[in-house]
């Protein structure tokens, strides 16, 4: 089993900036995905951003690139992700997952079905 559990999340004035951050306990993995996905009411839940194990690849949704920023420290089992210039339509509550394996295999980053494990969530709202 893993356990992940989000902090950061929060109201912020649009325009302005919020850093998520979302801890790993349990299980660990040769190699891994992890990402983050946001769900706002009524809608399906999207891909944010994500990161390999290593570090070494990123990805990001349309929505986000060049807003935010996902970042990993291995050493804690942490990843977070900075966001920054948040819009109203940001606003949605945060959830941060794992996929087991190689992001070039089942661990389809930007697939909320490629992951394994999920945290409970950190709402997010951004006022106009």
């Known amino acids: 089993q893993v356990q992940l559990v989000e902090s950061g999340g929060g109201l912020v004035q649009a325009g302005g900036s919020l850093r998520l951050s979302c801890a790993a306990s349990g299980r660990t993995f040769s190699r891994y995905v992890m990402g983050w996905f946001r769900q706002a009411p009524g809608k399906e839940r999207e891909f944010v951003a994500a990161?390999?194990?290593?570090?070494?690849?990123?990805f990001y949704s349309d929505s986000v690139e060049g807003r935010f920023t996902i970042s990993g420290d291995n050493a804690k089992n942490t990843i977070h992700l900075q966001m920054n210039s948040l819009r109203p339509e940001d606003t949605a509550v945060y959830y941060c997952g794992v996929a087991d394996g190689d992001y070039r295999g089942t661990a389809s980053p930007g697939s909320a079905n490629s992951y394994d494990y999920w945290g409970q969530g950190t709402q997010v709202t951004v006022s106009s």
């Open positions: 990161i390999t194990w290593s570090g070494t690849y990123t």
